[in-house]
Each structure stands twice: as structure tokens, then as C-alpha cells.
């Protein structure tokens, strides 16, 4: 089992900036890639950004520019930089990774953009 735990999230105002953290923990091997999702209220949960076991990192269009994705391997967490958030971007934010064909989800965590 794999346990992620989401951190971070918060009420802020548009232009501001926000990190989250996703802490993973138990049955973990190697790299595992990861990623971001949101969900907005009466919407469908949308990707974000991933980062693969490498390195590698993508983006949804709507957040390129201003969001970064990374990990610290050593700490088994991952990051998602939110810079010049906009009232759009309010959501709850899931942090997911993949461990041997297995996809893990986290709780959770709240943002808001207030303009």
C-alpha cells in the first residue's frame, strides 16, 4: 500500500503564488511517476502536470508558464509550484503516482483564488 498525503493549499488572491506538497509514503519502489490533478466544483477532474520517474514534466495548457511540478526523491514528495494564479485555478487539488501498475490518490487539498 501507498499512502499521499497533500499539503499546501490555501485561500489566496489572483497574482499570488502557492506550493503544494504531496508526501508519499509505505510500499514504495524505485521513482514512481506522479502527477497533479484538480477538480473545480460541478466540474470533472482535470490533469494538471505529471513528472516521470526520470525527470520528465508536462503540463496542461492552461497552467504552462506558471506552474512547475518537481520531486525530491530523497523525501519521497513531490511539489507543484503555482505561480500568477488566477480565480480559474481554484480547485482541489490531487496529488496521484503510479507503483507497479497501481495508480494511488491523495486526499486532497483546497485552493482559492479570490480576484
Known amino acids: 500500500q501507498v499512502q499521499l498525503v497533500e499539503s499546501g493549499g490555501g485561500l489566496v488572491q489572483a497574482g499570488g503564488s502557492l506550493r503544494l506538497s504531496c508526501a508519499a509514503s509505505?510500499?514504495?519502489?524505485?521513482?514512481?511517476?506522479m502527477g497533479w490533478y484538480r477538480q473545480a466544483p460541478g466540474k470533472q477532474r482535470e490533469w494538471v502536470a505529471t513528472?516521470?520517474?526520470?525527470?520528465?514534466?508536462s503540463y496542461a495548457d492552461s497552467v504552462k508558464g506558471r506552474f512547475t511540478i518537481s520531486r525530491d526523491n530523497a523525501k519521497y514528495t513531490m511539489y507543484l509550484q503555482m505561480n500568477s494564479l488566477k480565480p480559474e485555478d481554484t480547485a482541489a487539488y490531487y496529488c496521484?503516482?503510479?507503483?507497479?501498475?497501481?495508480?494511488?490518490w491523495g486526499q486532497g487539498t483546497q485552493v482559492t483564488v479570490s480576484s
Open positions: 496521484t503516482g503510479t507503483v507497479l501498475g497501481r495508480s494511488y
Open positions: 509505505g510500499s514504495i519502489f524505485g521513482t514512481p511517476p
Open positions: 513528472i516521470t520517474s526520470i525527470g520528465s514534466t
